[in-house]
T-cell receptor
Framework: AAGVIQSPRHLIKEKRETATLKCYPI?????VYWYQQGPGQDPQFLIS???????DKGSIPDRFSAQQFSDYHSELNMSSLELGDSALYFC????????????FGPGTRLLVL | DQQVKQNSPSLSVQEGRISILNCDYT??????FLWYKKYPAEGPTFLIS?????DKNEDGRFTVFLNKSAKHLSLHIVPSQPGDSAVYFC??????????????FGKGTLLTVNP
């Protein structure tokens, strides 16, 4: 069965650079969630989109922005990267009627040097 | 403030025996609970969930119990297999009246099943 796809899987950036993470949800899923997991931490909700509109916002820095496109894929844009942004970034998707169950991608590991 | 707590960072169990992973929550608005399993370098994999209107949900070797008055849930795996060795995350969300179901996670419990 098709799963959530994230790219890239690994990313190394310098401080103050920008990064773009991409997420392709499971086909027919209309909701996308972004989570950040720091080392030894639990995943923290960043932001979510339903039918291309932002539906909720969590602890996402102002330096980050995201959007969901007409094909339902989503991109997380991160600017002025800081060392503390080094983390695993997960995308999850769900569909109307089973919104409570989110299916996660493999994550993008971002390292900021 | 950790709204979902998994107080045991690790648990070691013998193959064939029962594994019991515990989770406590503080937010009484939570009405849907999920367990995810995570292997290194992979994303969390959905295992089983339970709505607050139930006190038990079973799926094969996995059973989740919910005690709303104690704000406590547990995941039972029986019999445990070496392939179950992974980090288990408890997660919670608020369904009623909402259009978004962001998950609040615990810090996870590393389960090791010894052959």
């Amino acid at each position: 069965a098709a799963g959530v796809i994230q790219s890239p899987r690994h990313l190394i950036k310098e401080k103050r650079e920008t990064a773009t993470l991409k997420c392709y949800p499971i086909p027919r899923h209309d909701t996308v969630y972004w989570y950040q997991q720091g080392p030894g931490q639990d995943p923290q909700f960043l932001i979510s989109f339903y039918e291309k509109m932002q539906s909720d916002k969590g602890s996402i820095p102002d330096r980050f922005s995201a959007q969901q496109f007409s094909d339902y894929h989503s991109e997380l844009n991160m600017s002025s990267l800081e060392l503390g942004d080094s983390a695993l970034y997960f995308c999850a998707s769900s569909f109307l009627g089973q919104e409570e169950t989110q299916y996660f991608g493999p994550g993008t590991r971002l390292l900021v040097l | 403030d950790q709204q979902v707590k998994q107080n045991s960072p690790s648990l070691s169990v013998q193959e064939g025996r029962i594994s019991i992973l515990n989770c406590d929550y503080t937010n009484s608005m939570f009405d849907y609970f999920l367990w995810y399993k995570k292997y290194p370098a992979e994303g969390p994999t959905f295992l089983i969930s339970i709505s607050s209107i139930k006190d038990k949900n079973e799926d094969g070797r996995f059973t989740v119990f919910l005690n709303k008055s104690a704000k406590h849930l547990s995941l039972h795996i029986v019999p445990s297999q070496p392939g179950d060795s992974a980090v288990y995350f408890c997660a919670a969300s608020v369904r009623r009246g909402g259009s978004n179901y962001k998950l609040t996670f615990g810090k996870g419990t590393l389960l090791t099943v010894n052959p």
